[in-house]
C-alpha cells in the first residue's frame, strides 16, 4: 500500500470515528429527553466519563427550565391546527416538507429569506419553527436566540448538516427543542415535529 493509500484511509477512519462520536452524542440527547441518561451511555457502549455524563446533565437542566417557563403561557386547545414556520435558504427543503406537514394537519409557512422569517415572527407567534442552522446572513442560532426572547412556548427544531457535540450542547442550551442532521427523509422531520407537537398538549398529529 502507498503512503498516500494508507493516508486516506487514515483519513477515512478519522471520520468514521468522528461520525460515530456524534451519533453517540445523538443517542444520550435522545435517552436523557426520556430521563434516562445512564441507558444513554449503556446503549453507546462507552464508559460514563464523570465530566462527560455532568455536561449532559447540566444542558438537560437547562433544557428543561426553559421549557417549564415556556408551559407557564396558556397553550391552544388541542382541536386547534397547530402553526409552522420551515425557514430553510435551499428551496428545496421548503417544497418538501410543506406538502408532508399540510397533509398531517398543521398550518404551515415556508420562508427562504431569515430576514423576512424574523419580521413574519413580530406578526405572528407560531407553535414550531424548523430552522436551517447555517444560513447566509442569519444563522439558526440568531433565530432560535429572537424565538426564546420573545416566544418562550415555542418549539425549535435546528436542521444541520454539520452535527457536533459543540452544536447539540450550543443549541439545546439556549433552548432548542431538538435537531435533526441532514440528510433525512421527511417522516424523520415529521417525527421530530410531532414530539414537539405532543409536548405543547396535543395529541398526536403524525401517523
Known sequence: MSQEEDEK???????????????????????????????????????????????????????????????????????????????????????????????????VEVFEDPTEALARLTEKEFDIIVTDLRMEGVDGIHVLERVMEECKNTRVILITGYATVEVAREALVKGAFDFIAKPFKPRDLTAVVNKAALSLGHKPVVD
Open 9 to 107: 484511509k487514515t483519513e477515512s477512519k478519522a471520520e468514521g470515528e468522528k461520525k460515530t462520536r456524534i451519533d453517540d452524542w445523538m443517542v444520550r440527547i435522545a435517552f436523557a429527553e426520556a430521563g434516562e441518561p445512564d441507558l444513554g451511555f449503556k446503549a453507546t457502549g462507552l464508559d460514563i466519563v464523570r465530566k462527560t455524563k455532568l455536561a449532559l446533565e447540566k444542558i438537560m437542566v437547562v433544557r428543561s427550565e426553559k421549557i417549564s417557563a415556556g408551559d407557564e403561557k396558556k397553550r391552544k386547545p388541542a382541536g386547534d391546527r397547530l402553526h409552522v414556520m420551515i425557514l430553510d435558504d435551499e428551496p428545496i427543503v421548503g417544497k418538501r416538507l410543506k406538502p408532508v406537514l399540510t397533509k398531517s394537519g398543521f398550518e
